[in-house]
C-alpha cells in the first residue's frame, strides 16, 4: 500500500494525491497550478505517473485547484471512473468549461498580439480545449452521497463526508484491505470555516490510520465572523461616501453566494443602502447561484429554512446579472455608488482585471479581498502593498482603498484544523494544500511525531 504525492505539496495549489492500494491505483483530485508562468508551464508537465494506468478519481469538489488538470488526464490516456457528489460533478462541468474557454481566449488574444508586432511575441497554447474539457465528463460514474459507501472493488470503498467548504465538497474516506488488514485512509479535501450559514459545518469520521489534510490557514486564526461582515459593510459604505465604485474579486462558487447572502441581508437590516446596486458580473457565478439553488443537501440549518419560507437568500433588489460580454463593457461607464463583484478571486484571469484596470488607480474607489491569495497572483500582490502592478501589459498604479477581510473564508482556521484532526484522531498525519509557514506552525501545533510535509513526487509505504 503506497501513497505518493504530485501536487499541492509545500504549496496551496494543484493538488493530486496517488494511492495503490488492494490492487487498485486511486487519484485523489487532479487539480490546477494557479499563480504566474512558471506555475502554468508545471500544468504542463508530466503528472509523475501514467495517467491510463489510474482506476478511479475521486474528486472532494470542484475548485479548479482540484479539478482543472482532469482535461489534461483524460488527454493523456486516463479511462477509468470519476466519482463525486451530484453538486461537484455540476460545479465541475461549469468551471472546466469556463477554465477551457479563458485558456483558448488568452492564446487567441496573444496570437493577435504577435500579429499587430509582426510576429514578434510568445506564442500561447491553451493547456487543453473544450473539447477536452467535455471529454472529462464521459469520465464521470457514480454519484456519491454524504455517509454511504461506495465499493470501488470488493477489497476497496470511499465514503464521502461533508467538508462545508463549497457546495458538494467532501472529505474522502478510503477503506482498503490488504493481506487480511484493513487501513483506513482520510483525504480532507477543503475544509470549511465553521458556523456559515450557507453550509454545514465540516464532520469527519472517526479514528482512522491516515489523515492527508489541508493547511491553508494553518499558521493564524480567523477573525469572528460578525465583526468581519460588519468591516465589510463599513467598506462599502465608505467608498459610496468618497462616490466611489466597490470591486470584490470573487470566487464563483460559494463565495459569490456567501457574499450576496450578506449583501441581502445587509440592505434588510439597514446597514447597506435600500437600492443598493450590485453587479455579479461573472457567467460562471451566475450558474453556479442557479446550481445552488437545486442542491438543499449541503445547505446550513439559517439557508435551508430561508428556501423553506420562500426566501431567495442570494436575492436583493439592486442585484443585477451581467452574464454577456457588452453588459460586462457597460459597467466601465460606471463612476460611483455600486458594488462589482467579478472573477477570478485570485486575479489571475477573468472580468476582475478590466475592473482593477479601471478603478484601481482611482483614490475614491474600493477594492475588497475575501479570500486566500495565492503567492504570484495579482491579487497577492496588492494585498501585499505594491504601489504598481501590471495588468494587460499596463502598468497601474495603486490609489484604491485595499481591503483585506479573510473571515469570510471558506477555509477552516488554525483551531478548526486542530479540532478536525483530533476528531479523526489519525496515527499517521500529512500536510498539504498550504504554505511551507502555515504547515510547520500546524505541525507544532499538533505536536506528534508522525507528522509529514511531504515533498512534491515524494511516496510513503502506509
Known amino acids: 500500500m503506497k501513497l505518493s504525492f504530485h501536487g499541492a505539496d509545500r504549496g496551496v495549489t494543484g493538488s493530486c494525491h496517488l494511492l495503490e492500494a488492494a490492487g487498485r491505483k486511486i487519484l485523489v483530485d487532479c487539480g490546477l497550478y494557479q499563480g504566474g508562468r512558471r506555475i502554468e508551464e508545471e500544468n504542463a508537465q508530466e503528472f509523475g505517473f501514467a495517467a491510463r494506468d489510474i482506476d478511479f478519481v475521486l474528486l472532494t469538489h470542484a475548485h479548479l485547484d482540484h479539478c482543472g488538470r482532469l482535461p489534461l488526464l483524460v488527454q493523456r490516456g486516463f479511462g477509468g471512473e470519476i466519482v463525486a457528489t451530484a453538486a461537484s460533478r455540476e460545479l465541475a462541468r461549469l468551471v472546466l468549461i469556463d477554465a477551457a474557454h479563458l485558456q483558448e481566449e488568452e492564446a487567441r488574444f496573444h496570437a493577435r498580439l504577435r ?3 509582426g510576429g514578434q511575441g510568445e506564442t500561447i497554447a491553451p493547456l487543453y480545449t473544450l473539447l477536452d474539457a467535455m471529454d472529462v465528463f464521459d469520465r464521470f460514474g457514480r454519484v456519491a452521497a454524504y455517509g454511504r459507501a461506495i ?8 465514503t464521502f463526508f461533508d467538508a462545508g467548504h463549497i457546495l458538494g465538497s467532501a472529505s474522502v474516506l478510503v477503506e482498503a484491505r490488504e493481506k487480511g488488514e484493513t487501513r483506513r485512509i482520510l483525504f480532507s479535501g477543503d475544509l470549511g470555516n465553521s458556523g456559515r450559514p450557507l453550509l454545514r459545518d465540516p464532520v ?7 489523515a492527508i489534510m489541508e493547511t491553508t490557514y494553518g499558521d493564524r486564526l480567523h477573525r469572528p465572523f460578525a465583526a468581519s461582515v460588519e468591516e465589510f459593510y463599513q467598506a462599502i459604505n465608505g467608498a459610496f461616501q468618497r462616490g466611489g465604485v466597490v470591486i470584490v474579486p470573487t470566487f464563483a462558487l460559494e463565495r ?3 457574499l450576496l447572502f450578506y449583501l441581502r441581508e445587509g440592505v434588510e437590516r439597514n446597514k447597506l443602502p435600500p437600492s443598493l446596486p450590485v453587479f455579479l458580473d461573472s457567467p460562471m457565478a451566475i450558474s453556479a447561484t442557479e446550481i445552488f439553488r437545486k442542491h438543499p443537501e449541503g445547505y446550513g440549518e439559517e439557508t435551508a429554512r430561508l428556501f423553506a419560507e420562500h426566501v431567495d437568500p442570494f436575492g436583493l433588489p439592486g442585484l443585477r446579472f451581467t452574464r454577456e460580454k457588452a453588459e460586462s463593457m457597460a459597467l466601465n461607464n460606471l463612476r460611483g455608488g455600486a458594488v462589482i463583484l467579478a472573477g477570478s478571486g485570485m486575479c489571475t484571469g477573468g472580468r476582475v482585471r478590466h475592473h482593477l484596470l479601471r478603478h484601481l488607480d482611482r483614490a475614491d474607489s474600493s477594492v475588497i479581498f475575501v479570500g486566500f491569495a495565492a503567492q504570484g497572483t495579482l491579487a497577492r500582490q496588492i494585498i501585499d502593498g505594491a504601489r504598481q502592478v501590471t495588468i494587460f501589459g499596463e502598468n497601474i498604479a495603486v490609489r484604491a482603498h485595499i481591503h483585506t477581510i479573510n473571515g469570510f473564508s471558506a477555509h477552516a482556521d488554525q483551531a478548526e484544523l486542530l479540532a478536525w484532526r483530533a476528531h479523526a484522531n489519525p496515527r499517521r498525519t500529512f500536510l498539504v494544500h498550504g504554505e511551507e509557514t502555515a504547515m510547520q506552525a500546524l505541525k507544532e501545533k499538533i505536536g506528534a511525531a508522525e507528522v ?3 515533498e512534491l513526487g515524494q ?3 502506509l
Open 115 to 117: 500579429e499587430k508586432r
Open 151 to 158: 465499493d470501488l472493488s470488493p477489497d476497496l470503498r470511499a
Open 204 to 210: 469527519p469520521p472517526r479514528d482512522v490510520d491516515v
Open 256 to 258: 459569490a453566494q456567501d
Open 452 to 454: 509529514i510535509l511531504p
Open 459 to 461: 511516496g510513503f509505504e
